[in-house]
Nanobody
Framework: QVQLVESGGGLVQAGGSLRLSCAAS????????MGWYRQAPGKQRELVAR???????KYADSVKGRFTISRDNAENTLYLQMNSLKPADTAVYYC???????????????WGQGTQVTVSS
C-alpha cells in the first residue's frame, strides 16, 4: 500500500526556517504532481504549494516568496523549505499526490500523519 511519511516539523521562532520532507512510494511519486497542505486548528486544510513531475511550481499567496517546494525523483522525496516563518504558519503539514495539478482537493492517497509546525512570536 502506498504510504506518505512527513517529517521535519518542530517549534521555531518567528523569522526562522524549517525544511519538511515527505517520503512516498516510487510507484506514484515519479509520475504525479505533488502538493503540501496544512491544517491549522479549527480551519480547513489548504494547499500551500504544488509541483509537477517536471518541476513546475505554484504557491498560495500566503506563502509565496517564503516557501519553496522541490522534489527528488530519484529518492522519491518531496521537500518544503520554509523561511521567514510567521505564527500564522502554525499548522500540521501534510503531503499528497495530486490527481489534477489544477484542482486543490483532488488527492490520490490516504493522508499520512502529518508533521506539526509551531511558530512562536
Amino acid at each position: 500500500q502506498v504510504q506518505l511519511v512527513e517529517s521535519g516539523g518542530g517549534l521555531v521562532q518567528a523569522g526562522g526556517s524549517l525544511r519538511l520532507s515527505c517520503a512516498a512510494s516510487a510507484s506514484i511519486f515519479s509520475i504525479n504532481a505533488m502538493g503540501w497542505y496544512r491544517q491549522a486548528p479549527g480551519k480547513q486544510r489548504e494547499l500551500v504549494a504544488r509541483i509537477t513531475s517536471g518541476g513546475s511550481t505554484k504557491y498560495a499567496d500566503s506563502v509565496k516568496g517564503r516557501f519553496t517546494i522541490s522534489r527528488d525523483n530519484a529518492e522519491n522525496t518531496l521537500y518544503l523549505q520554509m523561511n521567514s516563518l510567521k505564527p500564522a504558519d502554525t499548522a500540521v503539514y501534510y503531503c499528497n499526490a495530486l490527481g489534477d495539478y489544477t484542482i486543490d482537493y483532488y488527492v490520490l492517497l490516504p493522508w499520512g500523519q502529518g508533521t506539526q509546525v509551531t511558530v512562536s512570536s
